[in-house]
């Protein structure tokens, strides 16, 4: 682990490691949780930020900007009624935050990576959504982005990510299997 020489806030996450045989994979990505501190310091970040509209403006310009085919899944969001984007990814880091139960927040994440990929999100285009987060984040922050808070929401994306991920996986068909190459029994 290591901290910044800013403060004390612990901004790296877990080292990744592989799965074990038989392990389902989400078991390997919970061990990138961001540390709890390091939550807490992107939550204390919030109040700085504003106007949440002009941050949700700003990820959704980012986000089509970096994945121009993520435009259609936005417009199919407010054509839908649902809420932002950039509201439904700081909920789920609230849910991480508050939740006594790590696994609730990752769920809750996988959920609204099903429904970006229901919405006609490519699938390719998802981890452009925590780029997207981190860039409007450091763009509100006019100046005063700090390496440690940069740290600690790079965190905390790598983390929406892997969810975000994860579920909209969960939508992807299954890969078609060649049955002539199948060796006969």
């Excluded at 969001?77 to 508050?98: H, I, M, Q, W, Y």
């Excluded at 006594?100 to 390719?124: E, I, N, T």
Aim: hydrophobic share 45%.
């Amino acid at each position: 682990m290591s901290t910044s020489a800013d403060d004390d806030i612990v901004t790296t996450v877990a080292v990744p490691r592989h799965r074990a045989a038989g392990e389902p994979q989400s078991a390997a990505v919970a061990n990138r949780r961001p540390l709890r501190r390091t939550v807490a310091a992107v939550r204390d970040s919030w109040w700085y930020l504003g106007d949440v509209d002009l941050l949700a403006d700003r990820l959704d310009a980012n986000l089509v900007a970096l994945a121009p085919g993520a435009r259609i899944a936005l417009l199919e969001r407010r054509a839908a009624g649902e809420e932002r984007l950039v509201t439904a990814l700081l909920r789920c880091v609230d849910a991480l935050a508050e939740a006594p139960d790590a696994a609730v927040a990752d769920r809750q994440v996988r959920v609204l990576g099903q429904s970006l990929k229901s919405s006609g999100m490519p699938f390719v285009d998802v981890p452009q959504v925590g780029f997207a987060l981190v860039r409007a984040v450091r763009e509100r922050y006019n100046g005063q982005w700090t390496t440690t808070l940069g740290s600690a929401w790079t965190a905390v994306q790598t983390w929406l990510v892997e969810q975000l991920l994860l579920g909209a996986r969960e939508l992807e068909p299954p890969p078609l299997v060649d049955l002539t190459q199948v060796p006969q029994r």
